[in-house]
């Protein structure tokens, strides 16, 4: 190690570090003392549905000569922006690893040390992006805390040899369970609050703890239709105050009936504030517990607002009471499945990446379609283009769009490509995946700046029609529907402009 990073180490170490290190606490909570083995954070708390145990650490099961340099790393996690729960799950990784080490010197861990170690875990039938993270939690401590107590810390977890994010096919719902789940929820005998809660998971492809943190005061009319607002806290930065996602409902078919339940969830919840604690308050999925024994339900003097432990519990028991099922029996489903399906349904109509990162409030694409994208489900309607787009024809020509047909290409392969829905006729070709378009391709049709040229009046009209075709054909989804419904219209008024005012290719 050079002189330079020892004195960097040293410094990060020093008394008057460890001393602010310690200081932090208070912004962590009033009431944590460092020498606690559970340290509650309650002023991280962030949504009405979080409660202690959502903010809390816990270093009791840290191995005794480990507890402080266990802490240690903890604070300076936190003072990084890492959320209490990523941190609590970090230290249950490190832990398992000091374990391992039973009494071998943390100084001593060479390069050997960790293949042992990867030899466990691998036979402990973990997930492999359990596994990601417990390889990358590693790296972080031997990385972090090289320089504590002088201690010089070899880092042999630096290569992480693990996935993260993989595509997990189970994570999607499979269509006849979606179809029987969209029936129960439709039964007024399940609690309102868990239905709309439900449909709000279903329409929106949301995570559970922005569903759960939405306030009372969440629906606001505009230019006649309703904003919703959903908060998000993934994206935010770490800070405690959320992003707010806003989605534009139509008060018409499913829409309607989804604003129908969340008025219904605004008045009940509102009925119950007197009796909720002042943390919980303004809650939209505020709810009065209840006991239901034979189609007759029991209301309980006790009021809560809506955690995921809640939500996961319930979903699993209208999947027992309904006996939602597939080829293996009664179907457990969890809220995070929703997001998964959501994603997957909207690529396969048609909505483009950058779309999709709008709706679920993520900040890039990369997630999206290496995580939540499960298109290799439905290879009878969805060909993944690269197969057959990237790579050239074997007579080394690449493809050609000439007279309608594409050049170089083999019959089945060519009606493949034009029978993706993803695939779409753009001006001077065909776009064979419009999932990755990065340039808001139909904003331009709005832009005051765009010179249509008359010559293209014909793809215009074709246009309109193609989109108002895959309109038709998604009317049981509303939300695509009107999306397609709006590109359509967006050709309509370039049609209209260009009949009304004669404009010619050279703007004259």
């Known amino acids: 190690m050079t002189t330079a990073l020892r004195i960097r180490y040293d410094e990060l170490y020093s008394k008057e570090e460890t001393a602010r290190y310690r200081d932090f606490l208070h912004s962590l909570s009033d009431h944590i003392r460092f020498?606690?083995?559970?340290?509650?954070?309650?002023?991280?708390?962030?949504?009405?549905?979080?409660?202690a145990n959502d903010v809390s650490i816990y270093f009791s099961k840290t191995p005794p000569g480990y507890n402080t340099m266990m802490k240690y790393y903890a604070l300076l996690r936190l003072r990084k922006g890492m959320g209490v729960k990523s941190v609590c799950s970090e230290v249950?990784?490190?832990?398992?690893?000091?374990?391992?080490?039973?009494?071998?010197?943390?100084?001593?861990v060479t390069v050997m040390t960790a293949l042992a170690f990867r030899e466990l875990i691998d036979g402990r039938g973990y997930a492999e992006s359990t596994r990601a993270c417990i390889w990358s939690a590693l790296n972080q401590f031997f990385h972090v805390m090289n320089g504590y107590e002088g201690l010089r810390l070899h880092n042999p977890f630096g290569e992480n040899f693990y996935q993260s994010h993989q595509r997990i096919d189970s994570k999607y719902i499979p269509n006849p369970v979606a179809k029987q789940l969209d029936r129960a929820f439709m039964d007024d005998h399940i609690p309102l609050h868990l239905r709309c809660i439900y449909w709000l998971l279903r329409l929106i492809p949301s995570r559970i703890s922005e569903i759960l943190g939405m306030k009372i005061d969440c629906v606001k009319p505009f230019d006649g239709h309703f904003c919703l607002?959903?908060?998000?806290?993934?994206?935010?930065?770490?800070?405690r105050e959320p992003i707010m996602r806003v989605i534009h409902i139509n008060d018409r078919d499913m829409g309607a009936r989804l604003l129908a339940l969340i008025r219904e969830q605004q008045k009940t919840a509102l009925s119950y504030q007197d009796y909720m604690p002042g943390d919980k308050k303004n809650a939209l999925f505020?709810?009065?517990?209840?006991i239901a024994f034979d189609r007759t339900v029991y209301y309980r003097n006790q009021y809560r607002a809506a955690t995921w432990v809640h939500v996961s519990y319930s979903f699993k028991q209208v999947c027992r009471?309904?006996?939602?099922?597939?080829?293996?029996?009664?179907?457990?489903?969890?809220?995070?499945?929703?997001?998964?399906?959501?994603?997957?349904?909207?690529?396969?109509?048609?909505?483009?990446?950058?779309?999709?990162?709008?709706m679920t409030g993520h900040h890039g694409t990369a997630m999206i379609y290496s995580s939540y994208t499960h298109l290799e489900l439905f290879p009878e309607t969805l060909v993944e283009p690269r197969d057959?787009?990237?790579?050239?024809?074997?007579?080394?020509?690449?493809?050609?769009?000439?007279?309608?047909?594409?050049?170089?290409?083999?019959?089945?392969?060519?009606?493949?490509?034009l029978r993706n829905l993803r695939a779409h006729r753009v001006p001077g070709g065909i776009c064979a995946d419009v999932?990755?378009?990065?340039?808001?391709?139909?904003?331009?049709?709005?832009?005051?700046?765009?010179?249509?040229?008359?010559e293209q009046l014909p793809f215009f009209a074709e246009q309109a029609v193609a989109w108002r075709d895959k309109a038709e054909r998604f009317k049981n989804d509303k939300v695509m529907a009107d999306n397609f419904m709006d590109i359509a219209n967006r050709f309509q008024s370039i049609m209209e402009k260009l009949q009304r005012e004669g404009m010619t290719t050279d703007g004259q």
């Open 435 to 454: 999932t990755h378009c990065q340039s808001g391709m139909w904003n331009c049709l709005d832009c005051e700046h765009f010179v249509p040229e008359k």
């Open 321 to 358: 009471d309904y006996s939602i099922h597939d080829e293996n029996g009664v179907y457990c489903v969890t809220s995070h499945q929703f997001r998964h399906n959501g994603i997957t349904d909207r690529l396969r109509a048609g909505f483009t990446l950058p779309q999709i990162a709008e």
């Open 286 to 290: 505020t709810f009065r517990r209840q």
């Open 388 to 417: 057959y787009t990237t790579e050239k024809a074997e007579d080394g020509n690449p493809y050609v769009l000439f007279g309608g047909r594409i050049l170089n290409m083999d019959a089945i392969t060519e009606a493949r490509l």
């Open 35 to 51: 020498e606690d083995d559970t340290w509650v954070c309650e002023k991280r708390i962030k949504s009405v549905s979080q409660n």
């Open 92 to 108: 249950g990784y490190i832990n398992l690893f000091l374990d391992f080490l039973d009494e071998e010197p943390i100084t001593g």
């Open 229 to 239: 607002f959903i908060p998000s806290w993934k994206q935010n930065g770490g800070y």
